[in-house]
């Protein structure tokens, strides 16, 4: 069975620091790799994905993450965090199940942004 | 507007009574889940359909019952045999084919009085 371990519960940067949210995961085949944000009381909203190709993702609001097969890592990473980037970030793997994906997710990491 | 509705936003509980929260989605997936978050614990899947008429047990069911009557609708109805329901219960969508994103709604925050 997959799991997903983000050894990180909280991480506080300042404005304007480069971040970067750790995911280790792990699953015998190729994984299917997804990040998500969610605002308090919100749902989540995607921020990337990786499926295959090209290890180095792009993402919306500025986020990248990486895919390292031989590390068995996805981090996520941002060169300047912005105030509204606070909120709490999910790491979750993919698994083929029938007609779809089955989710597993990471505990997840809070980011506080100090002004 | 596309996308996925939870309702209510908030719902309370008494001791040993059912309650039935809602999932609509109008984005013409065929794949609908349903999640359950506590704090620390990150989000655990409860049941999921990949076609009308059809659904799975996920990582938790036990306590919890689903219907997938139409494309468009996945109730979730937490029983009185789940002890501990209080948590903030998610649906998602996906088209229904692998490697495919899945899509959450706002979410529905159960309560027990």
């Known amino acids: 069975a997959q799991s997903v371990t983000q050894p990180d519960i909280h991480i506080t940067v300042s404005e304007g620091a480069s971040l970067e949210l750790r995911c280790n995961y792990s699953y015998g085949a190729t994984p299917y790799l997804f990040w998500y944000v969610q605002s308090p009381g919100q749902g989540l909203q995607l921020l990337l994905k990786?499926?295959?190709?090209?290890?180095l993702v792009q993402g919306i609001k500025g986020f990248e993450a990486e895919f390292k097969r031989s590390q068995s890592s996805f981090n996520l990473r941002k060169p300047s965090v912005h105030w509204s980037d606070a909120a709490e970030y999910f790491c979750a793997v993919g698994a083929a199940a029938g007609g779809g994906n089955k989710l597993t997710f990471g505990t997840g990491t809070q980011l506080k942004v100090e002004l | 507007d596309g996308g996925i509705t939870q309702s209510p936003k908030y719902l309370f509980r008494k001791e040993g009574q059912n309650v039935t929260l809602s999932c609509e989605q109008n984005l013409n997936h065929d794949a609908m889940y349903w999640y359950r978050q506590d704090p620390g614990q990150g989000l655990r899947l409860i049941y999921y359909?990949?076609?009308?008429?059809?659904?799975q047990k996920g990582d938790i069911a036990e306590g919890y019952s689903v219907s997938r009557e139409k494309k468009e609708s996945f109730p979730l109805t937490v029983t009185s045999a789940q002890k501990n329901p209080t948590a903030f219960y998610l649906c998602a969508s996906s088209p229904g084919r692998q490697q495919e994103t899945q899509y959450f709604g706002p979410g529905t925050r159960l309560l027990v009085l």
């Open positions: 990786y499926f295959s190709g090209d290890t």
């Open positions: 359909s990949h076609i009308v008429n059809d659904f």
